[in-house]
């Protein structure tokens, strides 16, 4: 092993190893971390450490863009927590209008049974009969 970490895998040099797992890292979404990395690229951590300080920002560079944009699942899940918040406040509403129109609903029915039994007193107490108005 030299002292330069340039040809070790393959005759292509780590430095360009290590960007390109870097960058199919970023493109295929893996979870970008140093032991990732380096195992994708074929070269040891202490080296990504000690030789490529400039690679290792980069990593750190993807590290923070993946914290800052939600993956497109959580994106998903907080979209479905909306809806969700959404359908349960239009069911505190809907229930709010089934207990009023029953509410009422009853209120209207004693009303009839009561203006049917006061029609029902009167025609017993007026004792009338039907009295036709053709002639």
């Known amino acids: 092993m030299s002292g330069s970490a340039s040809t070790e895998h393959g005759q292509t040099p780590s430095s360009q190893r290590l960007r390109q797992a870097l960058a ?57 927590r909306s809806d969700n918040d959404a359908l349960k406040s239009q069911l505190a509403q809907l229930a709010a209008l ?19 039994n006061e029609l029902s007193d009167l025609r017993k107490a007026s004792k009338s009969k039907v009295v036709s108005i053709r002639k």
């Open 24 to 80: 199919a890292m970023a493109a295929e979404g893996t979870p970008p971390t140093a032991s990732t990395l380096c195992e994708n690229a074929g070269i040891s951590r202490n080296a990504l450490y000690r030789y490529h300080p400039d690679i290792l920002q980069e990593l750190r560079k993807l590290q923070h863009q993946r914290h800052r944009q939600p993956s497109p699942a959580k994106r998903r899940l907080e979209q479905l």
């Open 98 to 116: 089934v207990d009023h129109y029953f509410a009422a609903w009853q209120e209207a029915s004693a009303l009839l049974k009561r203006r049917e």
